[in-house]
């Protein structure tokens, strides 16, 4: 499966996309920059992201989660 699920920007010239993708027989899930590359006026990854099993998708949620109730104790959100 190769499949752009999410796209949201990130600043003026980038956004982060996210993926299901496979490599080598797995299953990843892969939150990304894009940025316009110049010389092709077209969107390219980034080394900017992370790449990890889907099976670890739960902890990454549960992490992000936690990230968003500090931020909300501390009136950041």
């Known amino acids: ?3 752009t699920v999410s796209v949201f920007p990130k600043n003026k010239f980038q956004e982060v996309r996210v ?3 496979e490599f080598k027989g797995n299953d990843l899930v892969d939150v990304r920059i894009w940025t316009i590359a110049q010389a092709v006026d ?3 990854p980034t080394a900017k992201g992370v790449t990890i099993n889907v099976h670890l998708l739960p902890n990454l949620i549960k992490a992000l989660q936690d990230a968003e109730g ?3 104790e501390n009136k950041l959100l």
């Open 70 to 72: 500090v931020l909300k």
């Open 42 to 44: 077209q969107m390219v």
């Open 1 to 3: 499966m190769d499949q």
């Open 19 to 21: 993926g299901i993708r």
